[in-house]
C-alpha cells in the first residue's frame, strides 16, 4: 500500500511526463503492478515527422533531467521535450543523450522556464476592510506564470485551506489548463511538518495534487535564488 504523496507522484511522472510504468518503478523502488494500480490505464503514444534539427532549445533541459534521473531512456527524453515544444525526431535527441550523460549535478534553481511549465502561489495581505460595522482581514491569493507573467487573483477574508484549494481550481478553471508545477512558501495549508528536506504535506493539499497531476516545490528557507529572486523577474 502506498501513501497518497507517492500515487500522486506516480501519476504526475505518467500523465504529466509520460514515464512508462516500467520507468517509474524502477525510480521510485516500487513493484510495477503497484504502480499500475496508482495509474489506472495504459499510456499513449504518437510520432512526430524526423528531423535532426532545432534540438539547443532543449539542451539545458536534457541535461538536468538526466543529471536527477541518469538512467532515463534517450526515448523517454524525447517525450518529455516534444511534450514542451519539441516538433523533431528522435535521432537528434538519442545522439545528444549519449554526449551530455551523466552530468554533475547543478547547485542551483533554473529560472528560465517553458511555456505551462512553473507558476508561483503565495498569500498576500491587503490590511483591514469595513465589512458593516465590523472590520476584518483581507487577503488575496496570487498564482503567477513564470514563462508568460499570467496572473490569476482573488480576495478572501481569511487563509484557510478551503479557500485555498478553492483557488486553486477557480484558476486552473479560467486558464483551462495549469502549469506542470507550482512553487510555494512554507504555508501550513500546503506544509504540515518540514524539516531539512523531510516535508509532510497537508493531505488535502496532496489530494488536489493527485487529481490535477501537478507537482508542489518548497522553497528554501531564506533562499533568494529560488521564489522570492523570482518575484522580482516577474513583477
Known sequence: MID???KARIRRLFYADHWPIGTIAKELRLHSETVARAVGTERFKSDRPPRPDALAPYAEFIRETLDKHPQLRA???FHMIRDRGYKYGVHPVRRFVAAVRPQKHEAFLRLRTFAGEQGQVDWASFGEVAVGRARRKLSCFVITLSYSRALYLEFFFDQKLESFLSAHVNAFSRW???PRTLLYDNYKGV???RRGDNIRF??????LQAHYNFAAHLCQVRAANQKGYAKLKIM
Open 202 to 207: 497537508n493531505p488535502g493539499f496532496v489530494e
Open 75 to 77: 526515448t523517454r527524453v
Open 176 to 178: 483551462n489548463g495549469l
Open 4 to 6: 497518497l504523496e507517492t
Open 191 to 193: 506544509v504540515l511538518e
